[in-house]
């Protein structure tokens, strides 16, 4: 069974400051893939990033990195210099099966930023 | 840019009373999902399509929940009767055919906010 644990209900930051949200992931399988996925109060989900089990290279994208690490079943995303508008609802999700791409995701983490 | 529609957005309703959801998947996209995201939660898979054809829907109610996608092109999820505990949103996504090659990524639609009185 596929499981990805959030165990960050909410984290406020003061504006400018970096912010790490942590995510633990299970999983039997060998090919997976792993998301972010960010939802602001207007509800819809936004991605963020995709990265697939053999590929543990860290990913920057502006003011966004993540870190996979699968020796710890981690993929944990940081906000460099955060901002208002980072404020969301942040979501880990797994895929486990290769061609079945249903998603699981963990409870997610509540970001408020403040100004 | 092609985007997945759903109506409504927000849905008031008493229980006892059906309500039904509908979705508009991105032209060309064979599977369809449908997830329920309960407040405090995150999204979870209810059923799942392969053009007209239920792929998954373990997790689905029955007794009270029944999808369709006739056509293979858009959907309807529907709940009769509605129970408190179904207040939740309801969110569509679709994405290319299964073994298709390469990851298939899934374009979520905006969602529909059902509360129950």
């Known amino acids: 069974a596929q499981k990805v644990t959030q165990a960050q209900t909410e984290i406020s930051v003061v504006e400018k400051e970096d912010v790490t949200l942590d995510c633990v992931y299970e999983?039997?399988?060998?090919?997976?893939?792993l998301f972010w996925y960010k939802q602001p109060p207007s509800g819809e989900l936004v991605f963020l990033i995709r990265?697939?089990?053999?590929?543990?290279q860290n990913e920057i994208s502006g003011r966004y990195s993540w870190n996979f690490q699968k020796s710890t079943s981690s993929f944990n995303f940081t906000i460099t210099a955060s901002q208002v508008v980072d404020s969301a609802v942040y979501f880990c999700?797994?895929?486990?099966?290769?061609?079945?791409?249903?998603?699981?995701f963990g409870t997610g983490t509540r970001l408020t930023i403040i100004p | 840019e092609a985007e997945v529609a759903q109506s409504p957005r927000y849905k008031i309703t008493e229980k006892s009373q059906a309500v039904a959801f509908w979705c508009d998947p991105i032209s060309g996209h064979a599977t369809l999902y449908w997830y329920r995201q309960i407040l405090g939660q995150g999204p979870e898979l209810l059923v799942q399509f392969q053009d007209e054809s239920v792929v998954d829907d373990s997790q689905l109610p029955k007794d009270r929940f029944s999808a369709e996608r006739l056509k293979g092109v858009d959907s309807t999820l529907k709940i009769q009767p509605a129970e408190l505990g179904d207040s939740a949103m309801y969110l569509c996504a679709s994405s290319l055919a299964r073994g298709s090659g390469g990851y298939n990524e899934q374009f979520f639609g905006p969602g529909t906010r059902l509360t129950v009185l």
């Open positions: 990265r697939n089990s053999f590929d543990e």
């Open positions: 999700a797994l895929s486990e099966d290769f061609g079945n791409e249903k998603l699981t």
């Open positions: 999983t039997r399988d060998t090919t997976y893939y």
